[in-house]
């Protein structure tokens, strides 16, 4: 039966298509992989090979306890993902995180791929949106997509479909920002749209606050882009370290300008300058730094941002960034099982969907491929749960993400790593022990804590929407 089916066409033989391709064959469903390699080659990529990893050779951290990739990691193994199978028998040592031998890694997913029966691949470069007669088809072309494709993208959805640069600001958890020290106020209190005059998280700088974090900022270890990205700096999206440098007073009258704010906690004291956040998913659960755009190292922004008032804790989802990375306007392109609203059966999967890192593009890349091969079996592709790390991450991609109505027409969605910020809180009542922690239960106990519990929970709601044994575990004990 599985020959005379039509088959599923992906277009990219990277982590996403891949993962895609194993996923649909494993299902019963025949697959013809585009890979333009070698026929056409990219400024990253050096070898021929299927899912090659152009940066890291880290999948970063494997706990799956308290560390939301790790916990994608396990409900990929539940699925039966290619990727993470090819990648733990291909680990090298790495204290806690998954980390390949990315020869080993490669070359076992292309060999995989080329024994199954029913993968077909087709080296060659797919330079428009598939054509018609594809009726079930996915695009997983990654960051690097091919400029005629991508041309061909944007002509079908849309000028403002596809972001070619990726301008980053960090992304802070709620519940890691002091609001002691921080206030909740919009602007000169101004209601827009939705709003209701406390909008943004305010944290005040007095001068000598201001001064050092300016001075930070001119000092702080920048990373370079690679010859092959340009400088894509334009006046509407500076990075916060390139405004420093254009004078002390730049961001004062920027991004970090105090007018029409009154600190909540002293009224009487006006600020030298403040630096807001804004609300950044549904869920309340996490908060962009507006204007923040950065191409400061990681482990620099860490230390520098720390130095804001209200910040001094802060846990980060993301941390800023600046360079090129071809993704989707997803939100408002892309329906709940990664479907081309416009094209029904054209889906996209990978990081061209606005996903971030190795393990999350090739988990949008397995859901994908599941959605397309159930429907091609005439099956539901029931979604995953938003409790899991895969609902979570497929949720903030198709429509977790909220639009900024006081900039109406901006584009403001972001890609984004899984992480428990993009996961709904834990029902009211619910129980966090102690235990663990040897009897202790302070503060950083308790935010452990929850991450278990939450990582419970997604465990045993994927093993039921898998269909697995023991999905009936209970994800947490009842009554706090």
């Known amino acids: 039966m599985a020959m005379t089916m039509k088959p599923v066409h992906i ?19 025949p697959v013809i992989l585009h890979e333009m390699r070698p026929v056409r080659g990219t400024d990253a990529h050096k070898t021929d090979s299927l899912a090659e990893l152009v940066c890291s050779n880290s999948f970063r951290s494997d706990d799956a306890e308290s560390n939301a990739v790790g916990l994608l990691h396990a409900e990929m193994r539940l699925a039966g993902s290619l990727i993470m199978a090819s990648a733990d028998a291909h680990q090298v040592p790495a204290g806690g995180a998954l980390a390949v031998d990315r020869d080993g890694f490669a070359e076992a997913v292309t060999a995989r791929i080329q024994a199954h029966p029913l993968i077909e691949i087709a080296r060659e470069e797919v330079t428009g949106l598939p054509p018609a007669d594809w009726d079930q088809a996915i695009v997983a072309t990654g960051p690097l997509t091919a ?85 894509p700096y334009f006046d509407g999206c500076l990075p916060i370290e390139i405004m420093a440098e254009r004078g002390v007073e730049t961001l004062r009258h920027g991004p970090m300008k105090p007018m029409g704010l009154t600190n909540a906690h002293n009224p009487s004291v006006k600020a030298y300058a403040v630096v807001q956040l804004r609300q950044d998913n549904a869920l309340g659960t996490l908060y962009n730094m507006v204007g923040f755009q950065t191409k400061l190292k990681h482990g620099e922004q860490t230390r520098i941002l720390r130095m804001i008032p209200g910040l001094g804790n802060a846990e980060f989802a993301r941390l800023g960034g600046l360079h090129r990375n071809t993704y989707l306007n997803s939100p ?25 890192g190795y393990v999350e593009s090739a988990a949008i890349g397995l859901l994908a491929g599941r959605f397309a091969a159930a429907e091609r079996l005439g099956r539901a592709a029931g979604l995953p749960p938003v409790t899991t790390a895969f609902g979570a991450l497929l949720n903030h991609i198709t429509g977790g993400h909220i639009v900024s109505e006081d900039e109406p027409g901006k584009r403001s969605f972001q890609p984004m790593n899984v992480n428990f910020g993009l996961f709904p809180p834990l029902a009211p009542g619910t129980k966090l022990k102690p235990d663990d922690f040897g009897g202790r239960f302070r503060g950083k106990d308790k935010s452990v804590a929850r991450k278990k519990a939450m990582a419970a929970r997604a465990l045993a709601d994927c093993r039921a929407w898998l269909a697995l044994p023991g999905a009936s575990i209970p994800a947490a004990e009842a009554a706090e």
């Open 147 to 231: 400029p005629s494709l991508a041309a061909a993208i944007a002509e079908a959805t849309g000028a403002d479909a596809l972001a070619f640069f990726d301008a980053i600001a960090p992304i802070v958890h709620f519940d890691s920002i002091d609001m002691n020290v921080c206030w909740f106020q919009s602007r000169y209190d101004k209601v827009g749209p939705g709003g209701t005059g406390k909008d943004y998280i305010n944290c005040p700088m007095d001068k000598d606050q201001y001064l050092a974090f300016v001075q930070a900022l001119n000092d702080g270890a920048k990373t370079e882009f690679k010859e092959w990205e340009g400088t």
């Open 11 to 29: 277009v990219g033989g990277g982590l996403a298509g891949s993962e895609a391709a194993w996923q649909i064959a494993s299902a019963g469903v």
């Open 332 to 356: 408002t392109l892309l329906g709940p099982d990664l479907q081309l609203k416009v094209r029904p059966g054209l889906r996209f999967a990978g990081q061209i969907t606005g996903c971030e």
